[in-house]
């Protein structure tokens, strides 16, 4: 079973930068869609992004332009690259399979935006 640990998240200005990552443990990595999701205060978890086995990238509309998804297959990692973060942006991000989960969801990494 695939685990995830994701990190990277803290507190930034509006239009600031972070790079979130995602260390997952498990076999079969490179066979998984993999995405982030996110959980804002009071709502339920959404979408972010993800990316096919072969590399190629899909967006929610919130995010599109702002956020890039990447992977690492040889060192079963995830990546999410955000930019220009928005208030909006702010809640919980967690990696996982892509097409709505699998397993246990890991703890997730914080990223709040504000002034």
């Known amino acids: 079973q695939v685990q995830f640990v994701e990190s990277g998240g803290g507190l930034v200005q509006p239009g600031g930068s972070l790079r979130l990552s995602c260390a997952a443990s498990g076999s079969g990595f490179r066979f998984y869609v993999m995405g982030w999701y996110r959980q804002a205060l009071g709502n339920q978890r959404e979408f972010v992004a993800r990316?096919?086995?072969?590399?190629?990238?899909n967006y929610a509309d919130s995010v599109k332009g702002r956020f890039t998804i990447s992977r690492d297959n040889a060192k079963n990692m995830v990546y999410l690259q955000m930019n220009n973060l928005k208030p909006e942006d702010t809640a919980v991000y967690y990696c996982?399979?892509?097409?709505?989960?699998?397993?246990?969801w890991g703890q997730g990494t914080q990223v709040t935006v504000s002034a």
């Open positions: 990316i096919t086995t072969s590399g190629t990238p």
């Open positions: 996982n399979e892509g097409l709505g989960g699998i397993g246990s």
